[in-house]
């Protein structure tokens, strides 16, 4: 567990980086690491977009800001917090690169079996999310920092169509990237006992 814990450990969220490109052969190698993720019957149904164009993150973190903004006019009393918070959702707009992890919908035969369980039962949220782990932690084995959001789905219809992802897809996150500008401290983490419950025969 050594070297591997090392990796686990040592990948950080980075929200700064540095302005040299991420070449596309190191891009394509790290999104290849998406594909070792496990998936409902191997299916794989996740699809990257990696966004380089700095018009369309821009668009994308504006689209954010929009969400965010609509929310906070409705948050009334808590406003001011949440429009501060919605600075965590818009500054991926400077990361080099941006990559969209989408999913593929539940088809239509497990809506009728299962309605709205059925994206958590056929799996592929997941699978995605498990993927983006994987190219997380192949970017940082390559020195590439990397954060994943959700805060920027508030807009999630918007940024679909700015993504180009198709209709049969939802985001799941993103993920900016690019060579880490800052190296910031591990957050504490939970001792594995407070969040384990080991069930047994046992009593
Ligand atoms: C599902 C998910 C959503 C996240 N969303 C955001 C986000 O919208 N904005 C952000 O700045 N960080 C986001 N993060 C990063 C977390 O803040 C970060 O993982 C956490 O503070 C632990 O720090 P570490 O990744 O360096 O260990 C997200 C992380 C995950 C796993």
């Known amino acids: 567990m050594t070297e591997f814990g090392d990796v686990l450990a040592g990948r950080r969220s980075v929200r700064r980086f540095r302005p040299e490109p991420v070449p596309r052969d190191v ?5 290849a690491a998406g594909s070792w993720a496990p998936s409902p019957t191997n299916r794989q149904g996740w699809e990257f977009a990696a966004v ?3 018009s369309l993150k821009k ?3 504006d689209a954010a800001r929009g969400a965010w903004d609509d929310a906070c006019a409705k948050a ?6 949440v429009s501060e ?5 818009v500054w991926f707009a400077d990361a080099p690169v941006v990559i969209v992890v989408s999913a593929r919908r539940p088809e239509g035969f497990m809506q009728s079996l299962f309605g709205g369980d059925a994206g958590t039962v056929s799996g ?3 699978a995605a999310a498990m993927a983006a782990q994987n190219i997380m932690l192949a970017a940082h084995a390559e020195g590439i920092g990397t954060c ?3 805060g920027p789905l508030a807009a999630g219809d918007r940024l679909k169509k700015i993504a180009g992802v198709g209709g049969r897809f939802e985001i799941v996150c993103l993920v900016a990237l690019g060579y880490p500008a800052e190296t910031p401290a591990a957050p504490e983490r939970k001792p594995v006992d407070d969040y384990t419950r080991i069930i047994d025969d046992e009593r």
């Open 52 to 54: 380089y164009s700095d």
């Open 148 to 150: 994943c959001l959700t």
């Open 85 to 89: 918070y919605a600075g965590n959702f």
């Open 59 to 61: 668009e994308m973190a």
């Open 124 to 126: 592929s949220g997941t």
């Open 27 to 31: 891009l394509m190698k790290i999104l």
């Open 76 to 81: 009334g009393g808590i406003s001011g917090t």
